[in-house]
């Protein structure tokens, strides 16, 4: 039992401050996403503070705290310490004060794409509320979107409403005068922080000076590590070997690197992943150009289903409904992490890699093009398409040139008018074989992409 009256007194005071702006928006934040993890007191200590933020009383006390909340000072405590525990708060007490003196600081919680992004908080929340409850939340932050494609900007320039001000206004030296304290601001987002560390003395009498120098473990680095050893229960020894790995060429520590080593020996020790997997992502909503509407045309409808569907069911679906082979899903993952191209368009980029190098997914290839995408900030599918059309354009002008120097004119236009109509498709468009037990709506459906697909590769 937690022994309050060490570090708190019901005769206690207390302030309440924020460390810049909250929204009520938050409020939906604290309730779907951190109440899972911190529980309803501290969820409803949090909201209580939030009433009592520069309040009119020079002080409270947390007498009236345990009135407020209807709670014993234990529970409030520990309330306090889960909320300091997630960066919801900072407690400070002022030194040799009786009686005893506290300023609570409010912090700002993490916007909900910084939160499902953190590589941490989202993870146990993944843990604590199962993979259901965890796609229904990460649905319901999502942001919605309309296709604009037929829309035109009207909006009201500033000259054309308002009229210029006049020289002497413009000049005035009032605009300049100084203030005594600073506008509120949304403060920066909080970290969240560790008192056990990991033991980084340890780790350094594993690692090689050839490879890894300590100035490269910068405070970044530190707390990526932090994170991974308190996520995956890392020990030393193996994290040393997860940090040599992720720095091996460049002699510095490439988090998302590191991190796809740590998961990696955590699946290899423990099996099944438990995590959220990158590759099961699908196109973010604001990405998106078929929303809200059934698509009109073949192509329209092989964008919808490149925006739908996870990178994880492409390859299932190219594997004739078989489970993706694991060199295939880290290739994946390592693009999404290395290039942060986002999982409709690396479909695109994927299943034209399949059809145009005989079904195998070279790694060195399939980076050297995911990389030229991710320099031309290739967000969207159909800019994925128009990028992957244009290199089939490349690929044919190339066959046709290769042609010409081995053959007579005559030949040359023959074999240029084959390589143009005979696309490499996979298997798996032109006579898709589902498993038995998928139904037959199943099977029609990709037939149907099939066809769209081919359609598509036939008009590059």
């Not at 680095?221 to 991974?228: E, G, M, S, T």
């Not at 809200?292 to 679906?317: C, F, G, K, M, V």
């Amino acid at each position: 039992m937690m022994q309050s009256w060490k570090e708190v007194l019901p005769g206690d005071h207390y302030h309440v401050l924020t460390n810049g702006l909250l929204h009520p928006f938050d409020q939906r934040i604290i309730t779907c996403l951190y109440q899972p993890l911190i529980g309803i007191d501290a969820a409803s200590m949090y909201f209580t503070f939030w009433q009592e933020i520069d309040d009119t009383e020079e002080f409270l006390t947390h007498h009236h705290l345990m009135g407020s909340m209807n709670l014993p000072l234990d529970r409030i405590l520990k309330a306090r310490k889960k909320l300091e525990a997630v960066g919801l708060l900072q407690t400070l007490k002022k030194k040799g004060a009786t009686p005893g003196r506290f300023a609570y600081y409010l912090e700002p919680p993490l916007t909900p794409d910084l939160f499902f992004k953190d590589g941490f908080l989202n993870l146990f929340l993944y843990r604590q509320v199962g993979p259901r409850e965890y796609k229904r939340l990460s649905s319901l932050f999502e942001s919605k979107s309309i296709s604009t494609d037929d829309y035109e900007d009207v909006s009201a320039h500033f000259d054309e409403v308002f009229q210029s001000l006049p020289s002497a206004e413009t000049t005035d030296e009032r605009l300049n005068t100084a203030s005594n304290g600073s506008w509120v601001m949304r403060s920066e987002t909080p970290k969240v922080r560790f008192s056990n560390h990991f033991d980084f003395k340890k780790m350094l009498t594993y690692l090689s000076d050839a490879i890894l120098s300590e100035d490269a473990l910068t405070d970044e680095v530190r707390l990526a590590i932090d994170k991974l050893a308190f996520v995956y229960q890392t020990e030393p020894y193996d994290m040393s070997r997860a940090v040599q790995s992720a720095a091996l060429h460049t002699g510095t520590v490439d988090i998302s690197a590191l991190r796809k080593e740590v998961r990696d020996f955590y699946l290899l020790e423990h099996g099944s992943d438990e995590m959220p997997a990158l590759y099961e992502r699908t196109q973010p909503h604001e990405e998106r150009k078929i929303v809200d509407r059934e698509p009109q045309n073949a192509e329209e409808q092989l964008i919808a289903w490149y925006e739908r569907n996870s990178p994880y069911q492409l390859l299932e679906a190219l594997g004739q409904g078989s489970k993706p082979a694991a060199p295939d899903l880290r290739l994946i993952e390592n693009l999404m992490f290395d290039t942060k191209l986002n999982p409709g368009v690396i479909n695109v980029l994927i299943d034209y890699i399949s059809q145009v190098n005989d079904h195998n997914l070279n790694k060195s290839f399939v980076e050297k093009v995911a990389a030229q995408w991710a320099r031309a900030n290739v967000r969207t599918v159909p800019e994925a398409m128009a990028y992957a059309r244009e290199e089939q354009r490349k690929r044919e002008q190339q066959k046709k040139g290769k042609a010409s120097g081995q053959a007579q004119s005559t030949r040359r236009t023959r074999k240029s008018s084959q390589n143009e109509h005979h696309e490499v498709v996979p298997e798996w468009m032109k006579n898709p074989k589902q498993p038995e037990q998928q139904s037959k709506d199943d099977d029609e459906a990709v037939k149907q992409r099939a066809k769209w697909l081919e359609d598509y590769l036939n008009n590059i």
